[in-house]
């Protein structure tokens, strides 16, 4: 799976899973990659958070799956326990 974002900045980031997880790319508009993650990520969501870190402006429109929501509830709250 592959998606792609393209920032206020004209950045593009990409998303995408393999084996391991999700990881992230970030592009700059002449299109030089500037920054990709350091690890996978077992959500899409906690890619995404880890991204917002390291630059991304704005909100990707990437609709997040059950497993995606589940993540964020705990992101939110660490000390609540899996449902």
Do not use: Q
């Amino acid at each position: 799976m592959l998606l792609s974002y393209i920032d206020p900045n004209g950045d593009r980031w990409v998303f995408w899973r393999d084996d391991e997880g999700w990881h992230w790319s970030r592009r700059a508009f002449n299109g030089y990659e500037v920054g990709r993650s350091s690890r996978a990520y077992a959500n899409r969501y906690s890619c995404i958070v880890n991204a917002k870190r390291n630059g991304m402006l704005g909100r990707p429109s990437l609709k997040l799956t059950k497993a995606d929501e589940e993540a964020k509830r705990m992101w939110r709250n660490p000390e609540l326990k899996p449902v």
